[in-house]
């Protein structure tokens, strides 16, 4: 079975780079590519037994096309190893300290475009060649000789080579495209694919009318010319006259090059040209030789790639979850992918009609972003990869743990197991009771609470506030000592001093969100208030509609839950609102909030908290009327609809500033 995947990767990889390097037609995306690779990395580490002679990962790049001529690098072109989060790029530098004590790094912009080496004899240009297999380049002199940012003749009379990257302008870019729309012709996808394109061309001067452009950024054997550090080389290099990017730092430790990388990764679509990362290497070039190479990447450069907004991967299977109100949710098992991040296995489907909708089947490949920045969700189906094997959705009519006939009620489009001895409700039902939004009882993570039920010793929520009688015998249980179970006691006893609306939402009533349960809380201010009121007064408070005033009618109607409630009572839990005052600040009052990324000193929900507290509302959507957008750490489209629609965007910083104001 690993052998076969190992295979499969290979061929998979194989032929996207045959299509990438050799036709420039590319079928997979560049996020797939990645995602394939470090999954046959991890396999032959694992499992070297399986490495196969054709692996792509004993080679750097692709096959080299025949109409060119074929050129051999003195040094070898070799490609940069690819992380992906702030971590990766801290144990970087952990790897790199481990040899040398205080390493300075040099960050520059990682251009999306295709590399080229330049030669240099006597001052004159006499070869431009491309990486190909980092060994064996095409030749592409008559071709990059067009290229107006590349000097013809250099006033350097010793043999010299730089190396870089040639790119396309976003401005060619579209230009390129438009004209090819007119004459009917197949449009390039990016840049890169168009800068690809140009270079490869037989004929010059079609290259010519391209508009390429190029920045320099290696010297292969800076020892030749007495040069010591990578930054000295970009230095000088740029007095010869190569086009060297501007914004290019020298970075004292690594917190200075994770603050280059957030920075650019805000202000990247403010470039010109396209970038797809950060590219961080050692400064010192005796470093880099003390650090050396591995067979296909140097130990001492690395590059960040930014987060993917969108991205693709195979929908392996469909599977079902039973929530705490019994809902039946449909869940998407994903091939692994990296996204905005964070790594993405599964996503949600949320019901039979959406999956109906987007034709969504098992075996397909499928677009993801983050919906919000936050919630991972299908966008659409990549149709045209379907290959036959796909196998289409089929709702199941039984519940999956306990076999109960499912029910879809007529005004909703889920479906339902209305067993409420359902041992996965239960479960659930006890996880939502000390999820942060509800009675937030720190240190129950999902398999504690299951084990705790599955031991018998957690079946209902009151039984939270009994799990003391059992002290002695929760500390003997494998995984659990004294120090553990006293936080977990400690954290169950301060749960009893929550306002109502956390006990409201807690409670898990049918429809009774967050917001539903702070409205109810400040309207009734105790929990008998609520539970004496009619059906007719309910529905008439602002935000509660009929389907929420049934469902709260309904519960409380119940004798189990009012004996439940009555339970919660006699162990001390609070039933009445505290809820704090508004406070009165005119940087927040009636102003509408929408957030986006990730905030360092707060989570979304405290963000959402505070501004609420002090006279603001928060919303999902950048519309005309959005006061303000809060924008951290890789923030998505919002922050785009933002500047689109000149609409006020606040810094975590500005956040901190005006909550003291």
């Known amino acids: 079975m690993i052998e076969k995947r190992i295979e499969e990767l290979i061929e998979i990889l194989n032929k996207a780079s045959y299509e990438y390097y050799t036709l420039d037609k590319p079928t997979i995306t560049d996020q797939e590519y990645d995602d394939y690779y470090h999954e046959l990395e991890k396999l032959e580490e694992k499992y070297p037994q399986y490495k ?5 990962t004993k080679r750097i790049g692709g096959k080299i096309i025949e109409e060119f001529a074929k050129v051999t690098h003195s040094v070898p072109m070799m490609s940069l190893g690819d992380i992906f989060s702030e971590d990766e790029i801290r144990d970087f530098d952990e790897r790199i300290k481990k040899t040398i004590p205080n390493p300075t790094y040099v ?22 060649a491309t990486r190909g297999d980092g060994i064996t380049g095409e030749d592409i002199t008559h071709n990059v000789e067009t290229i107006k940012s590349v000097p013809l003749t250099i006033d350097f009379k010793d043999d010299l080579e730089v190396r870089g990257e040639i790119y396309m302008p976003k401005k060619s870019f579209n230009k390129l495209n438009e004209e090819r729309k007119q004459n ?3 449009l390039f996808a990016n840049p890169r694919n168009a800068a690809a394109g140009s270079v490869r061309q037989l004929d010059s001067k079609v290259a010519a009318k391209r508009n390429l452009a190029t920045f ?9 010319y007495q040069l010591t550090k990578h930054s000295d080389t970009l230095e000088f290099m740029k007095k010869l006259g190569f086009i060297v990017n501007p914004n290019i730092i020298v970075a004292k430790n690594i917190d200075e090059v994770i603050n280059y990388v957030k920075d650019w990764t805000v202000k990247r679509d403010e470039l010109p040209y396209e970038i797809d990362g950060i590219v961080i290497k050692v400064n010192n070039i005796a470093d880099e030789k003390t650090l050396g ?3 296909r990447t140097p130990k001492w450069a690395i590059a960040y790639k930014f987060p993917a907004i969108e991205v693709l991967t195979k929908l392996k299977n469909i599977e079902f979850c039973v929530g705490r109100t019994g809902k039946i949710t449909p869940r998407a098992d994903l091939n692994p992918v990296h996204l905005a991040g964070s790594v993405i296995s599964s996503v949600t489907l949320h019901n039979e009609d959406y999956i109906k909708e987007k034709d969504i089947m098992i075996n397909d490949t499928v677009a993801i972003h983050k919906a919000g920045d936050v919630i991972p969700e299908v966008v659409r189906v990549i149709t045209e990869r379907r290959d036959g094997t796909q196998i289409p959705f089929k709702m199941i009519d039984i519940c999956p743990i306990c076999g109960s006939k499912l029910v879809r009620k007529d005004s909703e489009v889920a479906y339902y197991c209305e067993n409420k001895f359902c041992d996965a409700r239960k479960i659930e039902g006890l996880i939502h009771f000390v999820s942060r939004d509800a009675m937030y009882i720190d240190g129950f993570g999902e398999r504690i609470i299951e084990d705790f039920y599955n031991m018998g010793y957690l079946k209902n929520i009151v039984d939270f506030y009994e799990l003391k009688k059992y002290k002695q015998e929760l500390m003997e249980l494998e995984g659990f000592g004294e120090k553990s179970i006293n936080n977990l006691l400690d954290s169950i006893e301060n749960s009893k001093q929550n306002s109502l609306e956390r006990l409201l939402f807690a409670l898990g009533i049918r429809h009774v969100g967050k917001k539903n349960a702070q409205i109810l809380a400040k309207e009734y201010k105790n929990i008998d208030n609520l539970i004496n009121t009619d ?8 935000d509660i509609g ?38 009165e600040n005119a940087n927040f009052k009636d102003k509408t909030f929408v957030l986006t990324g990730t905030l360092s000193e707060y989570s979304r929900d405290e963000a959402s908290d505070i501004i609420a507290s002090n006279g603001g509302k928060v919303t999902n959507s950048v519309t005309k009327k959005t006061s303000v957008v809060l924008v951290g750490e890789n923030p998505g489209s919002k922050y785009d609809k933002a500047k689109e629609l000149n609409i006020e965007i606040w810094s975590e910083e500005d956040f901190k500033k005006f909550l003291e104001i």
């Open 52 to 56: 196969k002679d054709n692996s792509p």
């Open 107 to 128: 960050c520059e912009l990682k251009i999306d475009g295709l590399s080229v080496s330049l030669i240099y004899e006597n001052g004159k240009l006499v070869r431009a």
């Open 184 to 186: 009917g012709e197949n």
């Open 216 to 224: 320099i950024y290696h010297l292969p054997e800076p020892d030749k």
């Open 293 to 295: 190479y591995t067979a």
């Open 535 to 542: 059906y007719e007064t309910l529905v008439n408070i602002n």
């Open 546 to 583: 009929e389907i929420i005033a049934n469902s709260i009618s309904e519960y409380f109607s119940i004798d189990e839950n009012l004996k439940l409630i009555e339970q919660l009572k006699e162990h001390g839990v609070n039933t009445n609102y505290i809820g704090g005052n508004i406070i």
